[in-house]
C-alpha cells in the first residue's frame, strides 16, 4: 500500500491505498446532466499514463512524429499537453487538501477539471490534484504526478488475486441500471439504461475487433454478446459471409479451438494484465474486456428463478416484478472507440483511416 505526499512539504494527502488497473470509463462523458458514481472504489488508485485536461494543442500545431511519440497514429481533435501518469483516486480518500475557488471552471453541476489543478495542500498551497464532479462525469480525483510523491507504507504485501479466485468471487457487472440525473421542477429522478461502464468497455473493445477483422466480416457469440458487439461490427464492416470468428475465452471456459481467430478475454482488475490463452489459440488476437462485464457475458444469468414457499431465500432471484431493461439497442461509447482507435498502431491501415475518416455524425448517430 502507498500514501502520496505533496513533494514541496512532504504533507499526506491521501489514506493508504492499493494500486488497480484503470477502469475503461475513467475519460467518459455519459449523457447530459446525468448523475455518475465515483469512479474507483474506496482505498485504491490507479494511474492514468496519458496526459489529461488543460493545457490542450489543436491537431495542426503537432508535429507527426510528435503524435506517433506519443502513441497518437491518426489524426485527433486536439491533444492535451498536461503532464501524464495522474493518479487517480476517489475524492472520499483525499485529505490534507482544500479546493481552490478561483478554479472553479465552466462547469455547469460541478468541477469539471477544465482550468487544470483545483485543489491545493493545505499547508504549503502548492496545486497538487484535480477534483472531478461534473454532471454526466465520474467522480475522481487526479493527484498531478509532478506534484505528489509516492511513499510506501508499512503493513504486509498482498499478492494480486489469481484468475480461479477471482472467477469464483463473480463479481460481475450487470448491463442494466438505473441512471440519476439532477432535479428539475419534479425533483430528482432515474431511468433504466444500458450500463455507462458497458458502453464504455465496448467502445474500447470494437476498436480492437476492428482491427482484429482485417477488413473482414466478423461474427461475435449470439446472445448478449451479439447485442453489445454485432450490429456496429455489420455497420462498419462490408457485408457477406462472416470470415472471421470471435469467441469468449478465459479462466474456467472450454479452450478454443485452432480456427478461431479472435478472442474476448477478460482484463485482471488490479494488475490489468490481460488473460492469454495457451495451445492452438494462443495466436489469436486477444480483445480485452473488464472481468465484471466478462464474466455477465460467460455466465449472463448465474441464478434462476426458483418457486418458493414462505420467506424468499436470499439467493433466489424474485420474478415479479421483471426486471425492467431499456427500451433502446444498446450503443458503445464512441469517445472511447475513437480514443483507442488513434492510439492502436493498425489505425494507419488505409481501409481503417477510411472508415474513421467516414464516420460522420449521421452516420456514428445509427452505431454509437
Request: proline residues 12%; charged residues 20%; glycine residues 10%.
Amino acid at each position: 500500500m502507498f500514501v502520496f505526499i505533496c513533494a514541496r512539504c512532504g504533507a499526506e494527502l491521501t489514506v493508504p491505498l492499493t494500486q488497480v488497473s484503470l477502469p475503461p470509463h475513467a475519460r467518459q462523458k455519459y449523457g447530459n446532466g446525468v448523475q455518475l458514481p465515483v469512479l474507483m472504489e474506496a482505498g485504491t488508485f490507479a494511474v492514468d499514463p496519458d496526459p489529461w485536461g488543460g493545457p490542450w494543442r489543436m491537431w495542426d500545431e503537432i508535429d507527426p512524429g510528435e503524435a506517433e511519440a506519443r502513441g497518437i497514429y491518426a489524426p485527433v481533435h486536439a491533444l492535451s499537453d498536461s503532464t501524464p501518469g495522474a493518479i487517480v483516486t476517489a475524492p472520499g480518500d483525499i485529505r490534507g487538501a482544500r479546493l481552490i475557488p478561483e478554479k472553479r471552471g465552466g462547469a455547469c453541476c460541478g468541477l469539471d477539471g477544465a482550468e487544470g489543478p483545483n485543489m491545493a495542500c493545505e499547508a504549503c498551497d502548492l496545486p497538487v490534484a484535480t477534483r472531478v464532479d461534473d454532471c454526466s462525469l465520474w467522480q475522481a480525483v487526479r493527484l498531478s504526478s509532478d506534484a505528489v510523491r509516492r511513499v510506501p507504507t508499512g503493513g504486509v504485501h498482498t499478492a494480486p488475486c489469481s484468475w480461479k479466485e477471482l472467477v469464483e468471487r463473480g463479481e460481475s457487472t450487470p448491463p442494466f441500471e438505473p441512471i440519476g440525473t439532477w432535479g428539475g421542477r419534479s425533483g430528482s429522478s432515474h431511468y433504466w439504461s444500458w450500463s455507462p461502464q458497458w458502453g464504455a468497455a465496448a467502445g474500447q473493445a470494437l476498436a480492437h475487433l476492428l482491427v482484429a477483422s482485417e477488413g473482414q466480416p466478423v461474427n461475435v457469440p449470439g446472445g448478449l454478446t451479439a447485442d453489445v458487439f454485432q450490429r456496429a461490427l455489420d455497420a462498419l464492416l462490408p457485408a457477406g459471409p462472416p470470415t472471421r470468428q470471435a469467441v469468449l475465452a478465459g479462466p474456467g471456459e472450454p479452450s478454443a479451438s485452432a480456427g478461431v481467430d479472435i478472442l474476448l478475454v477478460p482484463v485482471h482488475p488490479q494488475t490489468g494484465q490481460t488473460w492469454t490463452p495457451a495451445g492452438p489459440a494462443a495466436s489469436a488476437y486477444p480483445v480485452p474486456l473488464p472481468l465484471g462485464m466478462w464474466l455477465w457475458l460467460v455466465t449472463p444469468e448465474p441464478y434462476l428463478p426458483v418457486p418458493a414457499s414462505g420467506g424468499i431465500p436470499q439467493d433466489v432471484l424474485r420474478d415479479d416484478p421483471l426486471p425492467p431493461r431499456p427500451n433502446y439497442l444498446f450503443r458503445a461509447d464512441r469517445g472511447r472507440f475513437e480514443h483507442t482507435l488513434v492510439r492502436l498502431p493498425a489505425v494507419r491501415s488505409p481501409w481503417i483511416r477510411t472508415i474513421l475518416e467516414n464516420l460522420t455524425d449521421d452516420r456514428a448517430a445509427d452505431i454509437f
